[in-house]
């Protein structure tokens, strides 16, 4: 009983682990052009079952066909990197385009032009929306050819020019969800980055009044004891030449001795200020531990350690907006080319040297990928070119890893007092 009641909860537990990763790749976009395809090829393949005149052989052909569409195009539409994904995912898309148009010729149905429409969709991902709009009319004339001319249908310039039609909807509904979906994210991040900006200038307001304060403390009542002491210590000096009578002997004395511990006083609250206006100035660090919390937690499907020992210290404002934006920076390249579930943010500093070490676990199909050719030497984008700027103007440097388990970004600055 025990052992049937094991082998059923891994049974279930198998079942719900396939359910969800079926639900991470499949999108309710992708589900729908399956369903599409579905609909399609059923209908086709039951109206040639019925012709009489169309052969088994030809009916097999169709169902292969059928089957080769959908291989491809689920192909051409994951996620994941392919080595070379630009030649790859070019042969695909013409494979896939080869297919429909091998549909064409051995399916006498013209709504078979249908899965055309479901590989137009496909192109604003790989290139550009006015490309498309240009070449569209040579997919939308192959359907005339071959249902025109092989087939000898009857009226397919008007069919030829309704599903041309259909094929721009298809373009212009996928190009503007790819915009909004990239506006959106843009606008997130802009969101993120002005949450860091916010707590860092709270904290840059914090440390300014701090060091204020400090210095009012330090020039104002640090001058003034320090006029004291060396008017009480004049004064001593002045008592001891003083000639008095055997009488005044013992108010002598006594007053020698007040302005002594009068002295001693001074000094002794003088190094209290000083202290007090050290302490001051040490808490005026930045803490940007509660930036990047601030930044991270908000970040969707991605798990984000931190590990910021309490000794950091980051008295520049400069430096720690850069920090920020490269910690921003190294965020969304994880988000969008390593596809990242877990970020590793770590700090350490040695003598005068700061060390931020940002680690992106790789996605399993990219380590995979990865296994047999690593290549360390990458092209930098756009964003990494501009965190090596920014590193640069603070006197920083910045080194950039790629392996077979994750992209790594070690920077590393100079401390700099605030003063």
């Not at 579905?38 to 052969?55: D, E, F, K, Q, R």
């Not at 190294?330 to 040695?350: E, G, P």
Request: charged content about 20%.
């Amino acid at each position: 009983m025990e052992i049937g009641y094991m082998e059923s909860q891994i049974n279930n537990e198998s079942i719900a682990a396939f359910y969800r990763r079926l639900k991470a790749n499949i999108s309710i976009e992708r589900a729908s052009a399956i369903f599409t395809w579905l609909l399609v090829s059923a209908a086709s393949l039951y109206s040639m079952l019925m012709w009489t005149s169309i052969s088994n052989t030809q009916v097999a052909l169709a169902a292969v066909l059928f089957l080769s569409y959908l291989f491809f195009w689920l192909l051409l539409c994951r996620k994941t990197e392919y080595k070379n994904a630009t030649s790859v995912r070019l042969f695909l898309l013409v494979t896939t385009f080869i297919i429909v148009i091998a549909v064409y010729f051995v399916v006498p149905f013209v709504y078979t032009a249908i899965l055309m429409v479901v590989w137009s969709a496909i192109l604003p991902n790989f290139m550009k929306i006015k490309t498309a709009f240009i070449l569209s009319p040579i997919w939308s004339l192959t359907l005339y050819l071959v249902y025109g001319l092989y087939w000898d249908f009857v009226g397919m310039g008007v069919t030829a020019m309704l599903f041309w039609t259909f094929n721009l909807f298809a373009l212009v509904m996928v190009a503007s969800t790819i915009k909004a979906k990239e506006s959106r994210e843009k606008v997130e991040m802009i969101n993120l980055e002005l949450i860091s900006t916010q707590q860092l200038l709270g904290q840059a307001a914090e440390q300014a009044e701090r060091v204020r304060i400090a210095r009012n403390i330090h020039d104002l009542l640090g001058h003034h004891l320090t006029a004291l002491t060396i008017n009480l210590q004049v004064a001593g000096r002045q008592l001891e030449k003083l000639n008095v009578g055997l009488s005044d002997e013992s108010s002598k004395k006594a007053i020698k001795d007040s302005i002594e511990q009068c002295h001693s006083l001074s000094k002794l609250l003088l190094s209290d200020v000083r202290e007090a206006v050290s302490d001051i100035r040490m808490k005026s660090n930045l803490n940007i531990k509660q930036a990047i919390i601030a930044m991270t937690e908000r970040l969707p499907n991605i798990n984000v350690s931190l590990d910021y020992p309490g000794d950091i210290t980051i008295t520049d404002v400069n430096t720690a907006d850069v920090l920020t934006r490269c910690i921003q920076e190294s965020m969304t390249n994880a988000l969008k080319h390593s596809h990242a579930k877990n970020v590793h943010i770590a700090f350490l500093q040695t003598e005068g040297l700061l060390t931020l070490s940002i680690e992106a676990a790789l996605s399993k199909q990219q380590k995979k990928s990865k296994t047999t050719d690593i290549k360390p030497n990458f092209i930098l984008g756009n964003g990494l070119k501009g965190m090596q700027e920014r590193l640069k103007q603070i006197k920083g440097s910045v080194v950039f890893t790629l392996n077979n388990a994750a992209f790594i970004t070690d920077i590393k600055v100079p401390v700099l007092d605030h003063d």
